[in-house]
């Protein structure tokens, strides 16, 4: 793909995900004003619930799969792969449901209303099942935005019609249900069409789950503490602190989720370089998407510490004033989170690099966990975010100094420049002085 035509479909897929933020300015200020900050904490963690179930569910796969489909040569290998994968999350989905129920019994904001904690398992395992990866590998992709596009249209109709009031909670998680089963079976029928139905078998699903178990670790240490923080916080703090969490939380995650649509392009298009050979073709193209991820975590930062105070209370009412000072901490993670997901996903996934990722996603998640056991119970929601920058910043360092051991740095823009006047300076002074002594 060249430089024009990959900008055009980073472009669409950009706008296609404006509509999802669209969709949250919409249902946010929503949200905080309908529900209060119980109820709102409430649906909160059940969401944080539900991308747990997601990750556990989808274990790796999503990147497994992107990657060997973008090296399909014919329908009847992406068929293969297509059949596969699907067997490998329904049978996780088993797994994912049991850990699901267990999580909200023992969640005091869920198991007020289980139900609640029941949809958000049964929409994590949905979520997973999602053919996003098949469509990215297979360089469509445009067709997981259109899908995404009806689901949130449909969800957001669903939303505005049945929720009134504080007691309306369990039809926010239930809508996003109903649209997560519209969506997918578009998906799976597109899909079917184009190459064929899945044969299901529970054959080479014990291979893919081991070839996928680096990054599952990865996403676990770094993506799963991630995403249940505000499940966690439910454990040590009180429910308000659990709101204004909450609350924060999900502008942060707007922040870094705008990272992922350029990733949808890049992380399949330096697998398929590579795969082909073209090596200075893949470094330029990490190099193009570098430069996009780091300029894009050092504006959010900005933005964050200005406008916080600003824009929360405006959208979400006086009440959540306190989460500007939350999302104010979050700022900090900004420009680490980008240099992450540059490292991660267009530096080692395209190079098969699993292991290495595993183990810095482990040792991160620890430093998140223990950091979030002693920051939460003291400093609730504050403590907690800081927790996530500490888990990040931890994870940058691990990633750079692997990037520097396997000779990588140089996809850094800059860094090949950088490191030649380092060692002309280490070379000039020990000559320097030689001459001194003589």
């Given amino acids: 793909m060249d430089g024009k035509k990959s900008a055009n479909v980073i472009a669409f897929v950009y706008g296609g995900y404006l509509m999802r933020y669209v969709y949250l300015i919409i249902v946010v200020p929503f949200y905080g004003r309908v529900l209060g900050v119980a109820e709102y904490g409430r649906v909160l963690a059940a969401m944080s619930l539900m991308n747990v179930i997601w990750m556990l569910v989808s274990y790796g796969f999503t990147f497994v799969g992107m990657r060997e489909v973008s090296k399909a040569q014919d329908t009847n290998e992406c068929n293969a792969i297509y059949s596969l994968h699907v067997s490998a999350r329904l049978a996780l989905g088993v797994l994912g449901g049991?850990?699901?129920?267990?999580?909200?019994?023992?969640?005091?904001?869920?198991?007020?209303?289980?139900?609640i904690g029941v949809l958000a398992t049964l929409l994590g395992i949905v979520s997973a099942l999602n053919l996003g990866w098949l469509y990215q590998g297979r360089q469509h992709f445009r067709t997981p935005i259109m899908i995404e596009v009806f689901g949130f249209a449909l969800s957001l109709a669903l939303v505005l019609s049945l929720v009134k009031g504080p007691a309306d909670s369990i039809w926010v998680v239930a809508s996003l249900f109903v649209a997560g089963i519209a969506s997918a079976a578009i998906s799976y029928g597109l899909a079917t069409f184009q190459l064929g139905r899945p044969h299901l078998s529970l054959s080479g699903i014990v291979p893919l789950i081991k070839n996928s178990t680096m990054l599952f670790c990865y996403s676990s240490g770094s993506v799963v503490l991630t995403a249940s923080s505000t499940y966690l916080l439910t454990l040590l703090s009180t429910p308000a602190q659990v709101g204004y969490f909450g609350a924060a939380e999900r502008f942060a995650t707007i922040a870094l989720a705008l990272m992922g649509p350029a990733g949808q392009v890049?992380?399949?298009?330096?697998?398929?370089?590579?795969?082909q050979g073209d090596k200075a073709g893949a470094h330029a193209t990490t190099r193009r998407g570098a430069m996009l991820l780091l300029?894009?975590?050092l504006l959010v930062f900005c933005g964050a510490l200005a406008l916080s105070p600003l824009v929360l209370p405006l959208i979400l009412g006086q009440a959540f004033t306190p989460s500007a000072r939350v999302l104010q901490c979050f700022a900090w993670m900004f420009p680490f989170a980008a240099f992450n997901e540059f490292a991660a996903f267009y530096v080692f996934v395209p190079r098969r690099k699993d292991r290495v990722l595993a183990i810095a996603g482990a040792a991160?998640?620890?430093?998140?966990?223990?950091?979030?056991?002693?920051?939460?119970?003291?400093?609730?929601?504050e403590g907690m975010a800081f927790a996530r920058v500490i888990g990040e910043l931890s994870l940058s360092v691990m990633l750079l100094t692997i990037m520097v051991r396997l000779q990588l740095v140089t996809l850094l823009p800059g860094a090949g420049?950088?490191?030649?006047?380092?060692?002309?300076m280490a070379w000039a002074k020990p000559h320097a002085g030689t001459g001194k002594d003589e």
Avoid: D
């Fill in 417 to 424: 420049r950088a490191m030649e006047i380092m060692a002309r």
């Fill in 266 to 275: 890049f992380i399949p298009t330096i697998s398929r370089q590579l795969a």
């Fill in 295 to 297: 300029g894009y975590g």
């Fill in 98 to 115: 049991a850990v699901g129920l267990i999580a909200t019994m023992c969640s005091p904001a869920l198991a007020e209303r289980p139900l």
């Fill in 364 to 381: 991160a998640g620890i430093a998140n966990l223990g950091s979030a056991l002693w920051l939460a119970p003291r400093f609730g929601a």
